[in-house]
């Protein structure tokens, strides 16, 4: 019930900083930030799963290509599961590796998905000036929200 | 199985899902997505609207503020063009009072000079200019504006020049009648006359005007110095007509002088 909570305040939380951000700049992945700290507080059979079904859902409510942000988070999450052994989270350097890590894999699934419709205008050279931007705001945001989310969740990684 | 593998199995098992979902609605999309999101649109475009109106109404308040600071930029401006506007007004004042002293007086003026204060003993009448040698004024120009005579230039400093004007009890201007023939001279009577001699068969009458006359004085001929305001009775065997007469410029309002070429 409570991720359940997490995930609906996390798409209420997307629309309101999209709508206050406005045209100019995108705004922060809030859902992508939401997914890893759902995941990070189970274990990958059941984290995985949660993370494609909220990447689906997040394609139903954006009325796009269902499969696109599913196995977009879903890759974020198996990557956050991979570098979450191989460096330590607590760590300025391992935050950096692994959010950066895990949101390159968002993007990578989206493409992959993209590139398998055949869709044109979903690729790298037209895409980057969202997904730069997205990702700076994203990865700075992102320790505070982790941090927020462990506090309110009371979960210890 | 380890878990490791399965990991991987999963992983690929919802990569090839995810796939084939979007292979297989792609036809559909954005219909069918579109109905579901249409459904739900209101709760979470709720959030969105709110957003934006967050945003509508920072944008407000940002707006405010740079109006206030353009008003307050351009309230300084204004102050500042009402300050050249003054400057601007009294400089061509100046230069108007400059212009018709040459054209009435056909002078050359050698400066416009500020008065900036009175001989303070009363006894004398003396002005005090705020240009001096340095300027290019000397010791015998005369002083004039384009309502009539003021007096000489009697010291010079470098940025001061001293004037003896024409009610200083030594001033003695060489005068005659504007409208009828009369040659006389006007002494400084202070506070605010002047005394008048003329030959006692001049005929002179209250109103009249007084213009100067000595072809070789001080002053140049024609510069009005001042109206008749009463004739003194002629004393039998007299050898002068006594003329009141009240200067044309008024000293204490002087703000501006025009120096003029010595004769």
Redesign the interface.
């Known amino acids: 019930m409570r991720l359940i909570l997490l995930i609906a305040a996390a798409?209420?939380?997307?629309?309101?900083?999209?709508?206050?951000?406005?045209e100019t700049i995108p705004p922060p992945d809030l859902i992508y930030l939401a997914t890893l700290g759902m995941v990070a507080s189970v274990s990958?059979?059941l984290g995985?799963?949660l993370a494609?079904a909220v990447?689906?859902l997040q394609?139903?409510?954006?009325?796009?290509?269902?499969?696109?942000h599913?196995?977009g988070l879903?890759?974020s999450a198996?990557a956050y599961?991979r570098l979450s052994r191989l460096v330590h989270w607590d760590e300025l350097a391992g935050q950096a590796v692994i959010l950066g890590g895990s949101f390159a894999a968002k993007w990578l699934?989206i493409l992959?998905?993209a590139l398998?419709?055949r869709l044109g205008e979903f690729n790298p050279l037209t895409l980057w000036s969202v997904i730069v931007p997205e990702m700076v705001l994203t990865l700075i945001i992102a320790p505070f929200v982790l941090q927020a989310y462990r506090q309110l969740v009371g979960h210890n990684q | 199985m380890s878990s490791a593998l399965l990991r991987r199995v999963l992983l690929a098992g919802l990569l090839v899902l995810g796939i084939l979902l979007a292979t297989v609605t792609r036809q559909s999309a954005p219909t069918l997505p579109g109905e579901f999101a249409a459904s739900i649109a209101p709760i979470f475009g709720f959030s969105f609207r709110l957003g934006q109106n967050a945003r509508a109404s920072l944008a407000a308040i940002f707006d405010r503020r740079d109006l206030r600071a353009e008003q307050r930029r351009m309230q300084a401006e204004l102050q500042q063009l009402r300050q050249e506007n003054q400057r601007l007004i009294l400089e061509n004042r100046r230069l108007q009072a400059t212009l018709r002293v040459q054209a009435v007086q056909g002078l050359g003026v050698v400066a416009v000079a500020p008065v900036i204060d009175d001989d303070p003993s009363g006894l004398y009448r003396r002005l005090f200019l705020g240009a001096g040698s340095s300027q290019g004024l000397r010791v015998g120009m005369p002083v004039t504006t384009a309502n009539g005579l003021v007096g000489v230039i009697t010291e010079v400093t470098p940025n001061q020049a001293v004037v003896r004007t024409i009610l200083d009890p030594e001033s003695r201007v060489g005068v005659r009648l504007a409208s009828a023939p009369g040659r006389g001279v006007a002494y400084g009577a202070p506070p605010r006359m002047l005394r008048v001699e003329i030959a006692p068969e001049a005929n002179v009458k209250p109103g009249d005007k007084v213009v100067s006359g000595a072809i070789q004085g001080l002053y140049p001929a024609g510069i009005t110095v001042g109206t008749v305001e009463q004739v003194l009775p002629v004393a039998p065997g007299a050898l002068k007509k006594v003329l009141l007469v009240r200067p044309a410029v008024q000293l204490s309002l002087l703000e501006e002088v025009q120096v003029l070429r010595p004769l």
């Open positions: 798409f209420l939380l997307q629309g309101f900083v999209s709508g206050l951000l406005g990958p059979f995985l799963p494609f990447g689906l394609d139903l409510l954006s009325a796009g290509y269902p499969g696109l599913a196995v879903l890759l198996y599961y699934g992959l998905v398998w419709l």
